[in-house]
């Protein structure tokens, strides 16, 4: 099996939502699914069924992220030594060739992924024309509405 890159950032978000989900939420659960059951019948008790609901998808999640971490390469961008090359993990920021709009984004898995927050994914369009070129290169993205080119203005491994 494949290990899926990370960023360390990316891998500590990861655990903390699993130190959450089982010192915080699996202890609530369970409490909810014992304070139900002591309301009797459990054929009509929509506050058991609501815990054990909850508690199946907490349970899910919990398996999930232990996949993803024991799964995963963790790769610490501070630490690369890209020499100014796009690489997973890179902050890059950009420049429209044609409306010189500049805007930052930072490759990162596909897990991480939050165009919002300015984090792309590495298999997406955008990252795929950026891996492998240096500040002052042009990238050609082929866009669902066309082909898009920007600037590389700089390249920052933080």
Do not use: W
Not at 59 to 71: D, P, Q, V
Not at 81 to 95: I, P, Y
């Amino acid at each position: 099996m494949q290990k899926v890159p990370l960023t360390l950032r990316g891998a500590e978000k990861l655990r903390e939502e699993l130190t959450h989900l089982k010192s915080v939420l699996r202890p609530r659960i369970t409490q909810a699914i014992a304070e139900a059951r002591a309301h009797g019948d459990l054929k009509e008790n929509a506050e058991y069924h609501a815990a054990r609901e909850q508690q199946s998808f907490t349970e899910g999640r919990i398996k999930e992220i232990e996949a993803k971490l024991s799964n995963c390469q963790i790769i610490d961008v501070t630490s690369l030594n890209a020499h100014g090359k796009v690489v997973f993990g890179a902050t890059v920021d950009l420049a429209d060739a044609d409306t010189g709009d500049e805007v930052t984004y930072q490759i990162v898995g596909e897990d991480e992924a939050d165009i919002k927050a300015g984090m792309i994914s590495v298999t997406s369009p955008i990252a795929r024309a950026l891996i492998g070129k240096k500040e002052g290169d042009l990238a050609v993205v082929q866009a669902p509405g066309g082909t898009r080119e920007f600037d590389i203005v700089a390249v920052r491994y933080i």
